[in-house]
Structures are given as structure tokens and as C-alpha cells.
T-cell receptor, first 117, second 117 residues
Framework: GAVVSQHPSRVICKSGTSVKIECRSL??????MFWYRQFPKQSLMLMAT?????????EQGVEKDKFLINHASLTLSTLTVTSAHPEDSSFYIC?????????????FGPGTRLTVL | AQSVTQLDSQVPVFEEAPVELRCNYS??????LFWYVQYPNQGLQLLLK??????LVKGINGFEAEFNKSQTSFHLRKPSVHISDTAEYFC???????????????FGKGTLLTVNP
């Protein structure tokens, strides 16, 4: 159980275009989803936290107009990289957790490799 | 705010040898602690976690970790490693008792464990 999928797994796009990445919880309802960014050989940096039906909370330094996050249902969150540029190239990973207890495990998706030419 | 320091960026070992991956954290409040494993181009898988109770935590794949509050450490150990353990390992921390969207993970920079035959 507790499977999280991401689509696409890889995407290559031209500079200036927008790219949408989907994150789905396949067998549980995710009240909270997280989006991370990982540069090569570096750690995961949290970009934003989203709760179903409400606006995402962005971490300091993350441009909310550039990285649009939508969490429209309990099983789907999307990250749209708008007007992508080469510096946006990275590995994007989502995670999902359920419930509002003091501890809720995050289940991670397999990641999406974005390359902007 | 919390921070995590993984002292070794790379740890090479021979197959069947014991290994310890070091993790120290900094926090002004009580924390939960985690170890995750990441295989190439994949998401993260939870190895083990410390929430409360016994300071020795056993996880999957034969790994264990010990929470040492006085030394603010949470080192990961395995008595005998396999080739298949070759991966990136991340230590992470979150505030304890945080619910919902406040439950955020802060990751260390990761340790690449390479198991050689």
C-alpha cells in the first residue's frame, strides 16, 4: 500500500514553455502533498506544501508564480513550471501523507527529471 | 528551525563488512528522525524512523539506528552490507508533534554508500 506515482518520469522542453507534473496517491487519500527539488548529487529541498482544497504554502525563496501548485483532490496534486528556463532543470519529487495526526509518514513518488533546453 | 549534518558524503565498503553512516542534527525543539534510501533516478524509501520510546530503532533491509539525544546524533548501521545496498542515504528531521501541513522534513546532504565486491 501507500503508493505514489508521478507523471511524466522524464520531460524535455524548450526554454519558455510550461511543463505540468502530476503526483497521484494511488491507494490512499493524501490530505497533504509536498513538492521537493533535487539538484544532482545534492539533497532534497522542500519547495512547497499543499493541503487539499487550499492554497499551497511555499518555502522562502521559491517563486509561487513560477511554480504553480494545485491540489484539487485527495489523490492528485500538480506542479506547473511556467516559462521554464535551463536553470529550472532538476529532479522534482513529490510526497504525500494522509491524516492530521502528530505524525504522518510521507510516501514519496519516483520523481520527474525535467530538462529545459 | 532544524538542520541535519551528514558527515560523510561518500562511504565505500566491501561486501559483508559492517557500515555506519553518521547523522547529527540541530533543533531547539523535540524532533522525529528518519533515514531514507534513494536508488538512482528513483524517489525515496523510508528505512526507519524514531518517533519516541526505545532509542534503538530497527528498520528494513537489516538496518538499524540509535537516537542519542545528548550527542544529537542518529547514526545508521548495518552489520553486513550487500552489493544491493549501494545507494544514496538521507537523514531527515522534523519537529515532533507537528500535524498536517506543519509536518515538514529537513534533509541532510546525503551519503553515497558504495558496496564493492
Amino acid at each position: 500500500g501507500a503508493v505514489v506515482s508521478q507523471h511524466p518520469s522524464r520531460v524535455i522542453c524548450k526554454s519558455g514553455t510550461s511543463v505540468k507534473i502530476e503526483c497521484r496517491s494511488l491507494d490512499f487519500q493524501a490530505t497533504t502533498m509536498f513538492w521537493y527539488r533535487q539538484f544532482p548529487k545534492q539533497s532534497l529541498m522542500l519547495m512547497a506544501t499543499s493541503n487539499e482544497g487550499s492554497k499551497a504554502t511555499y518555502e522562502q525563496g521559491v517563486e509561487k508564480d513560477k511554480f504553480l501548485i494545485n491540489h484539487a483532490s485527495l489523490t492528485l496534486s500538480t506542479l506547473t513550471v511556467t516559462s521554464a528556463h535551463p536553470e529550472d532543470s532538476s529532479f522534482y519529487i513529490c510526497s504525500a501523507s494522509s491524516g492530521r495526526r502528530s505524525y504522518n509518514e510521507q510516501f514519496f513518488g519516483p520523481g520527474t527529471r525535467l530538462t529545459v533546453l | 528551525a532544524q538542520s541535519v549534518t551528514q558527515l560523510d558524503s561518500q562511504v565505500p565498503v566491501f561486501e559483508e563488512a559492517p557500515v555506519e553512516l553518521r547523522c547529527n542534527y540541530s533543533s531547539s525543539v523535540s524532533v522525529y528522525l528518519f533515514w531514507y534510501v534513494q536508488y538512482p533516478n528513483q524517489g525515496l524509501q523510508l528505512l526507519l524512523k524514531y518517533l519516541s520510546g526505545s532509542t534503538l530503532v530497527k528498520g528494513i533491509n537489516g538496518f538499524e539506528a540509535e537516537f542519542n539525544k545528548s550527542q544529537t546524533s542518529f547514526h545508521l548501521r548495518k552489520p553486513s552490507v550487500h552489493i544491493s545496498d549501494t545507494a544514496e542515504y538521507f537523514c531527515a528531521v522534523s519537529k515532533s508533534g507537528s500535524g498536517g501541513s506543519n509536518y515538514k522534513l529537513t534533509f541532510g546532504k546525503g551519503t553515497l554508500l558504495t558496496v564493492n565486491p
